[in-house]
Every structure is written in structure tokens, then in C-alpha cells.
């Protein structure tokens, strides 16, 4: 079984930038796809990006097309998430998954995330 454990969040002021990590235990990181989520407070979570096993396909939601970039180390067993522009709406704990299905179905099993803030 993988282990996911999220990183690299923080603070930062509307506009600047984050990059988070996403480190997997495992042997089999490399034959998943994976995805990024976010739950802002009070809300449902939601998709933000994915990646296929091969690093040959990525997917975004729309409200981060364009400032998010995902990528994979798989001889790292890492998973990034490249936040650019980021806005006060993109406040939220954020988590990678195995990916159930493409583009966007997780698996579930969820960790800890790591939290993002946004000042305006």
C-alpha cells in the first residue's frame, strides 16, 4: 500500500507562489496516476490536478488552468504541485491521492494535507 505525505504549504501574500510536494512510500508510486485536491473550510473537497503514471498526460480544473503546473519525480517517489497567481480563493488544505480512475477520481485513503493561505 502507498503512503502519501503532503508538503510545503504556507502563507503567501495574492500572487505569489507555493510549491507543494507530495512524497509516497512504495515501490509502486510509478505505475499511478495522481491527483491534487483542496478543501477550503466549509466546503466539499475538489479536484485541482493530475498526472499520469508517465508524466505524458496532465489535467486541470479550470479555476487553476493557466497558474498550477503538476509534475512527477518518480525516481523520487514525488509528486509537485507548481502554484503560481495564487488567489485568496485558493485557501484550502491540500491533498494528493492515487487516482481511481482518470482524470479525476481518487482513490480515497486521505492524509494529512498541508494548508495553504492566501492573503488578500
Known amino acids: 500500500q502507498v503512503q502519501l505525505v503532503e508538503s510545503g504549504g504556507g502563507l503567501v501574500q495574492a500572487g505569489g507562489s507555493l510549491r507543494l510536494s507530495c512524497a509516497a512510500s512504495?515501490?509502486?508510486?510509478?505505475?499511478?496516476?495522481m491527483g491534487w485536491f483542496r478543501q477550503a473550510p466549509g466546503k466539499e473537497r475538489e479536484f485541482v490536478a493530475s498526472?499520469?503514471?508517465?508524466?505524458?498526460?496532465?489535467y486541470y480544473a479550470d479555476s487553476v488552468k493557466g497558474r498550477f503546473t503538476i509534475s512527477r519525480d518518480n525516481a523520487k517517489n514525488t509528486v509537485y504541485l507548481q502554484m503560481n497567481s495564487l488567489k485568496p480563493e485558493d485557501t484550502a488544505a491540500y491533498y494528493c491521492?492515487?487516482?481511481?480512475?482518470?482524470?479525476?477520481?481518487?482513490?480515497?485513503?486521505w492524509g494529512k494535507g498541508t494548508l495553504v493561505t492566501v492573503s488578500s
Open positions: 491521492n492515487i487516482l481511481r480512475s482518470w482524470p479525476s477520481t481518487p482513490m480515497g485513503y
Open positions: 498526472i499520469s503514471w508517465s508524466a505524458d498526460s496532465t
Open positions: 512504495g515501490r509502486t508510486f510509478s505505475i499511478y496516476d
